[in-house]
Every structure is written in C-alpha cells, then in structure tokens.
C-alpha cells in the first residue's frame, strides 16, 4: 500500500487511503492512470514525447460573465481550446504551465496528434488518459520505469469512485506564482490558442 500517495492543491478530499499510483488497460488501445501529484508532470513530459504532431487542448470553467450569457443551457459550462504546437512547445508548455495545469482542480487539458490516433488526457481526480489505437506499450514502459503497478480494472481504485456523502470532494481553481488558468489562456492566445467549443461539464 503506498501511504504517500499526494492529492493536488486544488482538489480537497478526507479519505484517498486506498488509492495508490496505478495503471490499468482499459482496452488494446487505451490506458487510465491514477498518480501521486508530485509525479504526474514528469510522466507528461516523456509520453508527450510518443504523440507526433502534437496539439494541446484545455478545457476551463466559463467565468461568471460567460455564464450569465449562456442563458438558454442551465448548467456549469467549460470552454474547449486547441493550439496546434510542436514537441518543443508542448515541452515549454509543461514546463512554464504545466504545475498550474496539474494542481488546478477544475482544468483538464492534454495533448492529441494531428497525424496519429494518440492522445494523452490528464482528466478531472488524478486521472490520465493514455490511449494509442495501435500500441499502447510505449505507454506502458514509461509508467513502469517510475514503478507504476499495473492492476487488473476491477482492482483499479480512482479518487472519484471513493466519492461519497461521507467523503466528498471539492474542486477549486488555484493561483501559482501570481497566476490562475484564464491567464494561461490569455497568454497562450497571443501564440495562436484557439477556442472550439462550449460544453455543459459532466458532473462526477
């Protein structure tokens, strides 16, 4: 049992004493991970390196203003962004961004290919989606090398299926250094990032 296991800043939640940093194939094609906050940028940062042209997305709440305009969808919205970049801005995306990214708890975002069925998706609770539709071992190699256990999915313990009355959660926006994620899309618009859609958020 790994006791260290460490929550994000941005996610408050009494008991994750069953969750441990692992991985499970959900399919040929597909992985999902759950991991220790500290270590999820350096695994970013090596399976980015599997993705050939690369695009990064993320997906924000709507302010309150954007809200109050989507009068006819009742509901939390969030707001999908694209910016189609290269392995070396998607490095300097992780590494100017990335532990923002990680510890706000109301962003997911990731990065897909232009050229390849790949996609890496770091969802809402800790999860990350890997998926490859024809090879999902490169995956594999770099979860391991950080001693990621694999478990069978019916052992496979995420921190939203442990959500209950008794133990909820919160999910809060965070500020780094003077920074929260609407900055990160302010400033990644000057390079081009690009708004695409506008969704009611799934509710966990």
Known sequence: MQENFKVIEGLNIA???RVTSSFTKISDSEIHCI???EMI???LKRTVKLVKKPYFFI???CTDAQEAELKEESGSHMQLYN???TQEVANAILKRYGDLLINDGVTNFGFGSLETETEIYAMPFQTIMLYNKKDTSGFEKILKQDNITELKPNEFI???SLLSKNNPADR???ELNGETVFDVIENLKEVGLTLCDTF???QQ
């Open 83 to 85: 910016l189609e970049v």
């Open 15 to 17: 008991d994750i004493s």
């Open 172 to 174: 809060v926006m965070v």
């Open 158 to 160: 995420t921190i939203d």
């Open 200 to 202: 009611i958020e799934r």
């Open 41 to 43: 940028n350096s695994i």
């Open 59 to 61: 997906e924000v709440p």
């Open 35 to 37: 991991v220790s906050a």
